[in-house]
């Protein structure tokens, strides 16, 4: 039966591995079993390029391991280790049933463990994913010392040293790709059982777009059920499964970011952390009140989806089920604090990262003067005198903050900027800096206040930035400056 279901999906990695993984999670009472299962599974990955996944293999194996070592006295610590690489271990590699059936016999050891942490810290270099390099090692290198194995403990810190040279290259370049996300539902009960109704996130490699997805299934699943039976759902809105025409099998993609509130902001500050050990997500469709998808900016709102996983990624699997929904209605005030809020996270990205490209890119859209266009539209719709008194305060004052650090690091941005271009850009240069002038002069007679607090006329880019100190002359009639 199994043998049949595989041969059946063998050209769908999701549904072949998903099958594989319902088969090792059968085995949870004979370890050797499922660890043949999990080593299939990572075939698979590494078939498809999916080292993360591989890696993870590889994990759960050396976990499932050392509980069964824990089972037997020789290994008190048990798959508890492996938490801090991933908090999918505890939950399914502890579940390992200790009954008569039980296979007591099989002939693991301490070896066994650092020999899978070894092959899932290959595929984790494969993956760019270096930082768990250095807590694969943290539980290796004390048994290679109990063993005075000084060539391992050699090669070891060897690739250390690599892997965390790696990070830095990667951070100053920010150029690691860690994958994109989709979510993904299935309709059309003539078509679909497993996956029927069911909403799923896919982890996709590196620079996947939301065309190339929606080809790759459109291309998979009209094969396996007849060009021309298969559609597209590509609005993110809720379906409603009654409109639906039953002749045909429907696959909703849309695009989707990894979701973090504030106090995981916090905490999750490098981009690796905002791309490892990950379950919720979000995506957000625009609305009026009319009906419309958009409007004008005080008609303007977005509901925000954030969906839960049964797992996080990465994971044994590249999709895990959809297991919680909520969300979130930003009214049109609310819609402007979300977006003065990423444009300052943005910025600020694109500063610390000091790539000129990137930096110009967002610079011209920042400072716009425009009256319906740029972040001045949101000041002149939410903030001037006899609009300012219909919005909640605490919603009117989140703004005006978010503004204040978008001056700040506007101003930032644009003394960096001054210092990165050639001479043929200075026009470019003063050209941005009087639209700067023009938008803090025009938000200071909104707010009633001046925006930038100027001390003395040297201004630099890097009192929180690391080493880089850059100096720009700042006259001091208002918020006037120079660059």
């Known amino acids: 039966m199994a043998t049949a279901a595989m041969k059946e999906h063998e050209k769908n990695p999701e549904m072949l ?54 089972r037997r006295g020789e290994f008190p610590q048990g798959c508890d280790v492996f938490q801090t690489i991933s908090p999918n271990v505890g939950s399914e590699e502890a579940g ?13 050891c301490e070896n066994d463990i650092t ?14 994913r270096y930082e768990l390099l250095g807590d694969i090692y943290r539980f290796i290198l004390p048994i290679y010392e109990r063993k005075r194995d000084f060539q391992k403990l050699a090669d070891a ?19 690691r790709l860690l994958g994109k996300y989709f979510r993904v539902a299935f309709y059309g009960q003539s078509f679909f059982t497993e996956e029927l109704g069911k909403q799923y996130i896919y982890k996709e490699p590196k620079i996947t777009n939301l065309t190339e997805i929606c080809e790759r299934l459109m291309t998979l699943y009209s094969n396996k059920y007849g060009h021309g039976n298969v559609k597209l759902y590509m609005d ?57 998808a958009h409007g004008m900016i005080d008609e303007q709102q977005k509901r925000r989806t954030i969906l839960t996983t049964s797992h996080s990624f990465p994971y044994v699997k590249k999709r895990i089920q959809v297991v919680y929904q909520k969300e ?24 610390e990262e000091r790539d000129i490209k990137k930096l110009q890119l967002k610079l011209q859209g920042c400072v716009s003067v425009q009256v319906n266009a740029g972040p001045l539209a949101y000041a002149e719709t939410f903030l001037v005198e006899g609009k300012v008194q219909k919005y909640k ?72 930035r690391g080493s880089l100190i850059l100096q720009g002359s700042i006259s001091t009639a208002g918020s006037i400056m120079t660059f």
């Not at 390992?96 to 693991?108: H, I, K, N, P, T």
């Not at 020999?115 to 760019?128: D, I, M, P, V, Y």
């Not at 002749?247 to 490098?270: G, H, M, N, S, W």
């Not at 026009?427 to 930038?452: A, C, P, V």
Request: hydrophobic share 35%; aromatic share 10%.
């Open 328 to 351: 979130e209605v930003l009214s049109p005030i609310e819609v402007a604090i979300d977006e003065m809020k990423n444009k300052v996270a943005e910025l600020n990205e694109v500063v």
């Open 236 to 292: 993110s809105n809720k379906v409603n499964v009654q409109e639906l025409d039953p002749k045909f099998a429907y696959i909703q993609v849309t695009y989707v970011t990894p979701y973090f509130d504030e106090k995981e902001l916090a905490e999750r500050q490098t981009h690796f952390e905002r791309n490892n050990n990950i379950r919720r997500f979000m995506f957000e469709t625009p609305f009026t009140a009319d009906g419309k």
């Open 96 to 108: 390992m049933r200790d009954d008569s059936g039980m296979q007591l016999e099989v002939a693991y």
């Open 17 to 70: 591995v998903d099958l594989q993984y319902s088969l090792a999670k059968s085995y949870t009472s004979n370890p050797e079993l499922r660890k043949t299962w999990l080593e299939s599974m990572a075939q698979i990955h590494l078939k498809n390029l999916d080292y993360s996944e591989a890696a993870h293999c590889y994990i759960h194996i050396a976990a499932l391991i050392a509980e069964y070592l824990k």
């Open 115 to 128: 020999g899978h942490l070894e092959t899932s810290a290959k595929h984790f270099q494969s993956a760019e």
């Open 393 to 464: 305060r605490e919603n009117v004052g989140a703004l005006k903050e978010y503004f204040r650090s978008f001056v700040q690091v506007c101003k930032e941005a644009l003394i960096l900027n001054s210092h990165l271009i050639s001479d043929d850009q200075r026009d470019y240069q003063e050209s941005m800096r009087k639209n700067f002038d023009s938008m803090t002069g025009r938000l200071g007679e909104i707010f009633g206040e001046t925006l930038l607090e100027l001390e003395d006329d040297r201004c630099s880019v890097a009192s929180n």
């Open 157 to 175: 810190y060897k690739l250390l040293h690599e892997a965390y040279s790696k990070i830095v290259d990667v951070v100053k370049s920010s150029r």
